[in-house]
């Protein structure tokens, strides 16, 4: 049986990574468009447990998410602590916080020009 390659658009993954996050019981997703304000990726997928059991099942579902799907994970730093773990999909990178680190370092604040892209709908 041949194996297909699966086509994902970029948004597509990052639209994959906040359903995930949601079907995980992730507070406060949201998917930040950074694409035009930094060299760093396209767009950031941004959620929250309410503890570091939560923000490692949530980080775990994710990354396995991704490999189910053929989607590269690149890298993922922070999951011993699960207090803000990253995951690196290249174009697309996933913060799953804690919910106290979260408010601490306030990305959306940060990144306050990038674009909001709804994800209730997902």
Known sequence: MEERELEYSILDI?????????????????????????LIADYFVICSGNSETQVQAIANEIKDKMEENQIEVKGWEGIEQSRWVLIDLGDVVVHVFHKDEREFYNLERLWRDAPVIEVDEL
């Not at 639209?15 to 035009?36: F, H, N, R, S, Y």
Request: without cysteine; glycine residues 4%.
């Open 14 to 38: 990052a639209k994959l990574a906040a359903k995930t996050a949601l079907d995980k019981k992730a507070k406060d997703v949201m998917i930040l468009e950074i694409k035009g304000l930094s």
